[in-house]
């Protein structure tokens, strides 16, 4: 089981990416797909959770309105479009796949979260 996350980059401020994460191994579409990140000296961010049978969705404040998640469940694929990027949005991001999270409570809680991909960088300059 592979978490394969990409689109990283180096942007300006008010500039926007989308990330990929592509899952191999198994068939993701019952799980719910996350992404957090971790800028350096601090601690791992939830940023916003989709459900994929459901397709709920759960977004941490700090990025609600400016980035959106999708999946395709054709190519086992969750996109983090994320725009009017900010230089506090600077950090590796990285993605995750939860089996057995229903509640979109606990959708931020990186420990429920089974797999992870590898992370990918975001810089945002100012």
């Known amino acids: 089981v592979q978490l394969q996350a990409s689109g990283g980059g180096l942007v300006q401020a008010g500039d926007s990416l989308r990330l990929s994460c592509a899952a191999s191994?198994?068939?993701?579409?019952?799980?719910?797909m996350g992404w957090f990140r971790q800028a350096p000296g601090k601690e791992r961010e939830f940023v916003v959770a989709?459900?994929?049978?459901?397709?709920?969705?759960y977004y941490a404040d700090s990025v609600k309105g400016r980035f959106t998640i999708s999946s395709d469940n054709a190519k086992n694929t969750v996109y983090l479009q994320m725009n009017s990027l900010k230089p506090e949005d600077t950090a590796v991001y990285y993605c995750?796949?939860?089996?057995?999270?229903?509640?979109?409570?606990?959708?931020?809680?990186?420990?429920?979260?089974?797999?992870w991909g590898q992370g990918t960088l975001v810089t945002v300059s100012s």
């Open positions: 995750a796949a939860a089996r057995f999270v229903s509640d979109p409570y606990y959708y931020g809680d990186y420990k429920l979260y089974d797999f």
């Open positions: 191994g198994r068939t993701f579409s019952s799980y719910v």
């Open positions: 989709i459900n994929r049978s459901g397709g709920s969705t």
